[in-house]
């Protein structure tokens, strides 16, 4: 029916094939754990002072690239020196060697790096922006902080993506960040103050989120809340009043966790009144804050015991019983 | 006599064309997996898992676990689940019922004490009997309800989680410490488009002693069921789900480790009880969900291995699980059928689900066909022994090869075994076929029967047994 030659034929292909590809597998392997063995060693050697100058491309190379050593700036800048031209040019070749060459470029110091780091965002490979912002988040340099920026405002890496990048460097942005939370773009603004939470003591944060607070947006008026909170100051308690009667249900929530953060007692019975709020979130959000607030949120849980509403009710019989006073079941009506 | 010798023939060919088409759709599929696996490594040699974990704009998770008679594996599991390297989650363990010492265990092993919380209840579940709350672990959360199933169970942790994210796992699964960090960061990429999130599962017996000192699993089980099953796991995930991925075709995110946004979740009226198995359901549901609104949305497979689980010992127990997987299947897929070839469903429609109904649905009618046609032919002389020994060999090397491809793949991302380990699994590649992959016909030829007759237990299989302490 089929002839015994073309058989065997298949299974002698098919058995080189699965040869090769376990060669592949085995050799990958081997050649990595050399790789990292190797890189790690050469990098401890130009940490320790060992010149450069007399290193081959091929051993700078390694050891410039890949996960941040100490050494890996030594070699990267031998290669900037060494090799400068022919680095810039594979830094605008295709998309993964143009990812290496930036990296080392930056790494070497080259005063090309940051130019071509931002001529490269106009790329249509996805992976190159995300390379360009992990190898600016690596330089603490003002150059490196405008560039990340810059990214966060034009949106061409996922926002979440570079605000995590911009996270550590936050108190030192301040002030370009507050600046963008005038944006035009309600994201921007958004971002700006998520970031500004790390900084709420700065100069000028907290009327920033003053200012926001009666944004257009419901999702920069929730980052107002949440700045406002993390600013940790009794003074907006006028502004967290008017959000926590907010239309939208996460700006509730966010503006009644502020509040148990500053400490604002005198809003117990506002964030009391949420607990017959129609969003769970928002009722999650003012139990967890009664419990922050202590004796006032006590009391005003305790007031809220004979509400009306089943839910109010059941959310201050859970605030009073984790103040350890009330032991009775609860109706569980949500 | 020659009406069956033409009959055996056509069967030979029908069988073997199948075989060229399954083998064909793998092919394509290990080149998408190929590619997907690339650009992700690319990406990731420029991705610091430090930012992630110490940012504060890193968005929390809440992990609900199901669990059902899991006494011997509750306790390590859920100290898993609390020492993931994460910067804010909940662990919500859902104790469904069991009737061994599962809360028992828990009771004493995290010093729980009961609460009263208030909770919503989005979704319709069994009643609960108790809540719980660690004094040792202050993100552990207990609940102790009536036995309902999984679906129902996850339903219920799905009424006390608390943030934007879920992460469905097994009670049975030691989950590796950076498997949040991975899949959110995948998550965390695109948070408005990226929906679901699955990653790797690796097997062993024992799998509160297969992760390494750092979190992350190191070793392969010593008993050749279990390489196998490793094996079989491998293929599945690493040769088809991130081929799927790359297609935006994802059909099951598996149930050991799933993150969902849970705003989906609810859109779509949270796990469904209606089916044997909630995992595969819930993925079909999301993808029909979005295509028929047409809304944007991915789902998407890490290629990482996020954790370690219980795989059966014994081939009794692999072939409980197993049949229940293919009733999983055919549920499922009957279900969805109207998805097939339909436009709007797109890629879903035209790939997904015809590549599952020739691989996994009509898999094992054609897989038994082949062994009793091969040994007709050669009884009938149609095909001589030593060229049916040559096909089988054939066979044999072409599942070894699709072994070693997703050895290949799991490789280059996470480098976690040794390369003796590597050796093992690509040596036993070829041997699947004649070793394991019967009892996987049995299997799902059972399965396909239970099926027919509308079984929908779950016919849970044994721990494996451990060494008293």
């Known amino acids: 029916m089929v002839p015994t030659w073309l058989i065997l034929s298949t299974t002698i292909v098919l058995l080189l094939l699965w040869l090769a590809v376990a060669a592949w597998v085995v050799g990958a392997r081997l050649a990595h754990d050399r790789l990292v063995r190797v890189r790690r060693r050469d990098a401890g050697l130009l940490a320790d002072g060992a010149d450069p100058e007399r290193w081959s491309r091929r051993r700078l190379w390694r050891t410039a690239d890949g996960d941040w050593l100490r050494g890996s700036a030594e070699a990267a800048g031998e290669l900037v020196s060494r090799d400068g031209p022919r680095l810039r040019r594979a830094a605008t070749g295709n998309a993964h060697r143009r990812s290496h060459a930036l990296r080392v470029l930056t790494r070497g110091g080259s005063t090309f790096a940051f130019r071509l780091l931002r001529s490269a965002l106009d790329t249509e490979h996805a992976e190159v922006r995300a390379a360009i912002v992990a190898i600016a988040a690596e330089q603490q340099t003002p150059a490196a902080d405008d560039l990340l920026l810059q990214i966060l405002v034009d949106g061409s890496h996922p926002r979440s993506r570079t605000a995590t990048e911009l996270t550590p460097r936050a108190r030192r942005l301040a002030p370009q960040l507050i600046d963008l939370t005038d944006h035009a773009e309600p994201e921007v603004r958004y971002w700006a103050l998520m970031l500004l939470r790390d900084a709420p003591g700065k100069p000028g944060a907290k009327a920033a989120a003053v200012r926001c607070s009666g944004d257009p947006s419901g999702t920069v008026r929730s980052a107002a809340a949440r700045l406002l909170g993390a600013t940790r100051t009794g003074d907006v308690q006028h502004i967290l009043r008017a959000l926590l009667a907010d239309e939208i249900f996460f700006v509730r929530a966010h503006a009644a966790r502020a509040v148990g953060e500053v400490g604002a007692e005198s809003l117990a019975g506002d964030v009391a009144a949420l607990l017959a709020d129609t969003s769970w979130w928002v009722r999650a959000a003012a139990k967890e804050t009664l419990f922050l607030l202590g004796d006032s949120g006590l009391e005003a849980a305790t007031e809220t015991l004979e509400d009306v509403d089943g839910f109010a009710r059941d959310g201050a019989r859970e605030v009073v019983s984790a103040f350890r006073r009330e032991t009775r079941p609860l109706e569980l009506v949500g | ?469």
């Open chain 2, 1 to 469: 006599m020659s009406i069956v010798r033409d009959l055996v023939q056509w069967t030979v060919i029908v069988c073997l064309g199948y075989v060229v088409a399954v083998y064909g759709a793998y092919g394509a599929m290990i080149t998408y997996s190929m590619l997907e696996e690339r650009f992700r490594r690319r990406r990731r040699i420029f991705e610091s898992l430090d930012r992630v974990r110490a940012s504060t704009l890193t968005i929390p998770v809440s992990i609900i676990a199901p669990v059902y008679n899991e006494a011997p594996v509750v306790a390590a599991s859920t100290r898993s689940f609390l020492e993931i390297d994460y910067p804010e989650y909940e662990v919500i363990v859902v104790n469904d019922g069991s009737t061994d010492d599962t809360l028992a265990v828990l009771l004493s092993e995290f010093e729980l004490e009961p609460i009263e919380h208030f909770y919503r209840r989005r979704y319709e579940s069994g009643p609960i009997r108790g809540l719980y709350r660690s004094r040792t672990h202050p993100k552990l959360i207990v609940i102790d309800k009536v036995n309902g199933g999984k679906a129902d169970s996850l339903n219920c942790g799905l009424n006390l989680a608390r943030y934007r994210y879920i992460c469905g796992v097994d009670g049975d699964t030691i989950l590796s410490h950076t498997c949040l960090l991975n899949g959110m960061r995948l998550a965390l990429a695109d948070p408005q488009r990226i929906v679901g999130v699955t990653g790797h599962i690796a097997i062993s017996s024992r799998p509160e002693e297969a992760l390494a000192k750092n979190g992350e699993p190191a070793k392969l089980d010593s008993r050749p069921l279990l390489v196998f099953q490793h094996c079989d796991y491998l293929r599945s995930f690493f040769n088809n789900r991130l081929g799927w991925t790359r297609l935006n075709t994802m059909l099951c995110a598996v149930g050991a480790f799933q993150i969902w946004r849970s705003d989906v979740i609810e859109e779509i009226g949270g796990f469904s009880t209606t089916f044997t198995c909630e995992d595969i359901e819930l993925t079909f549901r999301v993808h029909e969900h979005f295509r028929r609104q047409g809304r944007p949305y991915e789902i998407v497979a890490l290629a990482d291995t996020v954790g370690v689980t219980e795989g059966p010992d014994t081939v009794r127990k692999l072939v409980a699980q197993r049949e229940r997987w293919q009733r999983v299947i055919l549920e499922t897929v009957v279900s969805y059928r109207r998805m097939m070839f339909r436009r709007r469903y797109g890629t879903v429609g035209f790939i997904g689900v015809p590549f599952f109904v020739l691989s996994e649905v009509i898999a094992p009618v054609f897989e038994l066909l082949a062994m009793l046609a091969l040994i007709a032919s050669v009884a009938l002389h149609t095909l001589e022994p030593e060229q049916a020994l040559l096909t089988l060999v054939a066979l044999a090397l072409m599942n070894g090869l699709m072994t070693s491809a997703a050895v290949l793949l799991e490789d280059r991302t996470s480098r976690v075994y040794p390369v003796r380990d590597l050796v093992r699994l690509i040596l036993l590649g070829p041997l699947d076929l004649v070793i394991y992959r019967p009892f996987i016909v049995w299997a799902r030829m059972k399965g396909t029967w239970r099926y027919l007759r509308g079984d929908q237990g779950w016919h849970k299989f044994e721990r494996n047994a451990r060494p008293a302490t």
